[in-house]
């Protein structure tokens, strides 16, 4: 789905490669209240950061919980969006706001029917990648 996908940037009609690369709290990195998902495009890191107030709105909202499988897939929707329709400028960092969190969660759990039906985040040898401490 939304963790390894190809974009076509809208302004040159370029393909992107996207590939997610880790999940980080940002309230220890960069002392945000945000969670930071960490993109490949084309090779350079792209950030989206997902303020962490989205996990309490969907909970109060839902009941359901944002797993950090569904909040990669989230981050990627609106990404491929972002690519596709010419928002993306290169910047290295986007933040989305918690109604967009929101939306692109209901979008992505629509496409999968459930939680469980959502793709294992990229494997690395017998462990699955959840995190990742590299610099930015």
Same mark, same amino acid.
């Given at each position: ?7 076509? =940037? ?16 940002? +309230?220890?990195?960069?002392?945000? =209240?945000? #969670?930071? +998902? ?27 919980? +944002?797993?950090?499988? !569904? ?11 972002? +690519?596709?329709?010419?928002? =993306? ?5 986007? #933040? ?5 969190? !929101? ?11 459930? #939680? ?21």
């Amino acid at each position: 789905m939304y963790e390894d996908f190809v974009a076509v =940037d809208r302004w040159t009609g370029e393909e992107l490669h996207c590939e997610w690369k880790g999940t980080i709290v940002a +309230i220890a990195t960069r002392h945000a =209240d945000a #969670t930071d +998902i960490r993109f490949a495009v084309n090779g350079r890191p792209m950030w989206i950061a997902m303020p962490n107030d989205a996990w309490v709105e969907q909970k109060k909202q839902n009941n359901k919980v +944002i797993t950090d499988y !569904l909040a990669a897939q989230a981050a990627g929707r609106y990404l491929k969006q972002a +690519i596709e329709t010419g928002y =993306d400028n290169g910047r290295e960092m986007y #933040t989305m706001s918690v109604a967009e969190v !929101l939306e692109h969660v209901a979008a992505v759990i629509a496409e999968v029917g459930h #939680t469980q039906n959502l793709p294992s985040l990229p494997v690395i040898g017998d462990t699955v990648l959840v995190a990742s401490t590299g610099s930015r």
